[in-house]
């Protein structure tokens, strides 16, 4: 059975810097696309950023040129590095991975998920 947990959250100040990480169990996601995921309180989960099979990045407008995706397929992890933070990234945040390769904005593409983590911005 696949598992993803994610770390690395916490609370920061706006412009700060966090790095997430979602380890992997169970059998790795090499042959998979990886994504990020975040919920706010009362909206709905949206896409951030993923990587594909090939190493293929693509990001959302709102994190673009502020959040990457990479992975280390030694480590079975796949990181969300976020810099710039803003006080509208507060969400819990969560990896998962999709039923195929590529990258996909709808979650309904991804079918092993992470509990979440959260990330607290302050303005």
């Known amino acids: 059975q696949v598992q993803l947990a994610e770390s690395g959250g916490g609370l920061v100040q706006a412009g700060a810097s966090l790095r997430l990480a979602c380890s992997t169990s169970g059998g790795f996601s090499i042959n998979y696309g990886m994504g990020w995921f975040r919920q706010a309180p009362g909206k709905e989960r949206e896409y951030v950023g993923g990587?594909?099979?090939?190493?293929?990045?693509m990001y959302a407008e709102s994190v673009k040129g502020r959040f990457s995706v990479s992975r280390d397929f030694a480590k079975n992890t796949v990181y969300l590095q976020m810099n710039s933070l803003k006080a509208e990234d507060t969400a819990a945040y969560f990896c998962a991975r999709a039923r195929a390769g590529d990258i996909y904005f709808d979650p309904s593409a991804y079918n092993f998920w992470g509990q979440g983590t959260q990330v607290t911005v302050s303005s």
């Open positions: 990587i594909a099979r090939g190493g293929a990045e």
